[in-house]
T-cell receptor, first 113, second 113 residues
Framework: KQEVTQIPAALSVPEGENLVLNCSFTDSAIYNLQWFRQDPGKGLTSLLLIQSSQREQTSGRLNASLDKSSGRSTLYIAASQPGDSATYLCAPGGSGSARQLTFGSGTQLTVLP | EAGVAQSPRYKIIEKRQSVAFWCNPISGHATLYWYQQILGQGPKLLIQFQNNGVVDDSQLPKDRFSAERLKGVDSTLKIQPAKLEDSAVYLC???????????FGEGSWLTVV
């Protein structure tokens, strides 16, 4: 059974800092890995999807890396802004036909102006 | 393109009562998911449909929860009878095909008192 851990659980940084969010998972037989953002009272928004054959994926100020063999992924946010404040969740997708996602509990990020 | 629609957004019921949530996925998405998210935790998959067939319902408490997806489009999730521990956000999501980017609705918030 896949287990996903996200560290830290909460993070508070001043505006402008570069930061790294960590995700580890126990079963390396994954199809892909997705990073999501969740604002309070809202659903999840997909940020990045990395296929198992890829090492990283970039979108704007966001860069996600994947080391499948060691069961780790990181989300790098450059030049953080107050609007980046949200909870960030990672979810590896299983290698079975259902590609089921298993979510971590997330990292709650606060960017202070 | 319209997103995933869910209703109702909020519901308060007494324990042992019943409740139903409705979801309309993104047009053309064959895969539909229902997740349960308890405060402070990541979403947990309850049931996954491919068209109108069930792909995975291993984590659905079948003694009280049921879900259907008639005609392979919109879906209903029912809880009967509700327990206090069912208080959570029920998130509907869709993708096409499984393993691609998943799009979430804003969720239905359930409080059982």
């Amino acid at each position: 059974k896949q287990e996903v851990t996200q560290i830290p659980a909460a993070l508070s940084v001043p505006e402008g800092e570069n930061l790294v969010l960590n995700c580890s998972f126990t079963d390396s037989a994954i199809y892909n890995l997705q990073w999501f953002r969740q604002d309070p009272g809202k659903g999840l928004t997909s940020l990045l999807l990395i296929q198992s054959s890829q090492r990283e994926q970039t979108s704007g100020r966001l860069n996600a890396s994947l080391d499948k063999s060691s069961g780790r992924s990181t989300l790098y946010i450059a030049a953080s802004q107050p609007g980046d404040s949200a909870t960030y969740l990672c979810a590896p997708g299983g290698s079975g036909s259902a590609r089921q996602l298993t979510f971590g509990s997330g990292t709650q990020l606060t960017v202070l102006p | 393109e319209a997103g995933v629609a869910q209703s109702p957004r909020y519901k308060i019921i007494e324990k042992r009562q019943s409740v139903a949530f409705w979801c309309n996925p993104i047009s053309g998405h064959a895969t539909l998911y229902w997740y349960q998210q308890i405060l402070g935790q990541g979403p947990k998959l309850l049931i996954q449909f491919q068209n109108n067939g069930v792909v995975d319902d291993s984590q659905l408490p079948k003694d009280r929860f049921s879900a259907e997806r008639l005609k392979g489009v919109d879906s209903t999730l029912k809880i009967q009878p509700a327990k206090l521990e069912d208080s959570a956000v029920y998130l509907c999501a869709s993708s096409s095909p499984p393993g691609n980017t998943i799009y979430f609705g804003e969720g239905s918030w359930l409080t059982v008192v």
